[in-house]
């Protein structure tokens, strides 16, 4: 067995990946195969139905917004939400605080003037920008909730006067959020909530229709929350996967619980991090993300033995991103905590044998 602390996609339920095996062969009884039933099929729109209602139970989604789930991944969101959002000659806010917000800002640039209220560019991204001014005739603040390259997150959001509109693509129901003080959350599925394929959209009905702006339809949220994202053929498999994602995290107690889960593991990794003579964490402690940990050696030399010793040990995935070097370990909802434990035992033989 793998212990997997990739980034993304990242690790799923293994319980999900056994009902999601059986769904491929007979898909509930109906013998028929869940990729070979029509989308149109009632048994899969009470799918979609119970993945929305899932989303809403767990978030609880206020009156007001629509749930949907779309294609393209959270990169297609970087273009869908100014397309949506800044009107012509308008101006959207972005906070720079890593190469995901980069590329949305650089997206929104096509749609309108984009004003980089704060960047922590010149640090490589580690740490969250935070003393900065919110214009108040910007269309929209767009802000990443977590940096999954650097391994910084947001604790707290910014009280902001216009929309704000959020890419939780790698903490997404890893944490109690308030919906309504959003007015547009976006994450694709595959780092926390699902496999690839499928993005989940979260928006407030009226900050819509507002652009004068014709917008094609697939690219259009009107269109898709008039469709019940099923304008077009839904990536069904990728929602049905999501589905019983979400079902598991109801089943361990929800997002409350799991983030009591996720605090107490990422709290264990960096005291192990800060504890062990041979690494050092990367950012700055008070913005640490609780989902992608990120840490480097203090000797150079000993970064390749340490992911021999971790490959030895069925650790996968740990290797740092190439903008940041070193290790990052991802340890999302669906990590087992026994995962958890062999790799902090790793670090530890690793540091004995390293005397
Ligand atoms: C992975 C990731 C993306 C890109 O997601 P795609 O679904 O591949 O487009 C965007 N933002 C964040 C924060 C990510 O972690």
Redesign the pocket.
Do not use: H, L, R, V
């Given at each position: 067995m793998k212990h997997n602390f990739g980034?993304?996609p990242g690790i799923l339920p293994h319980e999900v990946l056994k009902q999601a095996a059986a769904g491929v062969i007979d898909f509930n009884g109906t013998g028929l195969s869940i990729l070979e039933i029509s989308h149109r099929a009632p048994e899969f729109e009470a799918v979609l139905n119970e993945a929305v209602k899932l989303v809403k139970e767990l978030f609880e989604v206020p009156e007001g917004y629509s749930v949907l789930f779309l294609q393209?991944?959270?990169?297609?969101?970087?273009a869908m939400a100014p397309y949506n959002l800044l009107p012509e000659g308008g101006k959207a806010a972005y906070v720079e605080s890593?190469v995901?917000?980069n590329?949305?800002l650089k997206e929104a640039k096509n749609f309108g003037e984009v004003e980089v209220v704060a960047t922590s560019k010149e640090s490589n991204f580690t740490y969250i920008p935070k003393d900065f001014t919110i214009p108040a005739d910007a269309a929209y603040l767009h802000i990443?909730?977590?940096?999954?390259?650097y391994g910084t997150q947001m604790h707290a959001f910014p009280k902001s006067p216009v929309p704000l509109v959020c890419?939780?693509?790698?903490?997404i129901f890893s944490r109690k959020i308030n919906v309504a003080d959003f007015g547009l959350i976006y994450?694709?599925?595959?780092?926390n909530m699902g496999p690839?394929g499928v993005?989940l959209v979260i928006v407030k009905d009226d900050i819509l229709g507002k652009t004068g702006r014709k917008i094609p339809a697939m690219l259009n949220y009107q269109t898709q929350i008039e469709g019940g994202s099923m304008y077009n053929t839904p990536p069904v498999f990728a929602i049905y996967v999501s589905m019983l994602t979400l079902n598991w995290l109801k089943s361990k107690g929800g997002v409350e619980a799991i983030e009591k889960e996720n605090k107490a593991k990422s709290a264990v990794l960096y005291e192990e991090i800060e504890r062990n003579p041979l690494f050092k964490p990367v950012c700055a402690t008070e913005d640490r993300s609780d989902m992608?940990v990120t840490f480097v050696v203090n000797n150079p030399e000993h970064e390749k033995p340490f992911l021999k010793l971790c490959d030895e040990k069925g650790i996968v995935g740990i290797k740092g991103h190439r903008s940041v070097g070193g290790f990052r370990a991802s340890i999302y909802n669906a990590l087992p905590i026994t995962s958890f434990y062999v790799l902090i035992d790793a670090m530890r033989e690793f540091a004995e044998k390293n005397k």
């Open positions: 980034a993304g393209g991944g959270a990169s297609m969101q970087f890593g995901w917000a590329k949305a990443t909730s977590n940096n999954t390259i890419d939780m693509s790698s903490d994450a694709g599925a595959q780092k690839a993005t992608n």
